[in-house]
């Protein structure tokens, strides 16, 4: 069987359209939005201290959303401006928020400028990880903290491109990341894994738990996802804390 060449890839492009065509904060389902609001309250309560945080592919800005009147001042970046004028329009106050249109390999702060840093669920979309992994490590203070979310163990579907023919992935997923390869791309940018954990059983949210006890306070909530874990294992995804060596 010939195997087909992926499609070219011009990924600036493809986020600033991507983020004009869709808004994924209205078109996203009820139950997919609460696991959403899980999966975040999962990854900042990894967060400590205070100071500046850079969100490296901030979408339209749950981190600041999130946090607002908190110890963080957010600096959002992400390739799509229509992104970063929703954070705005959302935010709307006199002194913020700070955005600027960049690229997760290369950020316009200078080195040891941030406190912390969050990559969430932009991973598994770069071509190169590593070299985005290297980029916030430069962005971090000595002892900083690098907060990771991506989807766990995925297995990432192709579809065949009707315009050109050639291989592309579902949901532009290009990498699938384990505890193993995550530790080991921080481990070669400079990081040393605090904390990792697995967020949101796949049996707790299909047969609707998740959703129906979505009263609970989060720790209350983990502790079913964790004992759903337990008894049927697959996680959807992986929250990693590293500091910046
Ligand atoms: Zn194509």
Known sequence: MVEPAPCCMDHREHYRLDAELFDYADTSDRLSADFDRRLHSGILRKLQGGGILADVGSGDGWVSSFLAGKRFQVIHFDLSHANLRRIVERRGDVNGPAA???????????GGAADAVILSEVLEHLEDPARAIRETARLLKPGGRLLIAAPYREKIRYYLCIHCNRMTPANAHLHSFDEGKLGALLDDGGFDVASRSLIGCRLFLVTRASYLLRWLPFGVWRLFDRAFGLAAGKFMNIVVSARRR
């Open 100 to 110: 600027a249109v960049a690229d997760a390999y290369s950020i316009p702060l200078r």
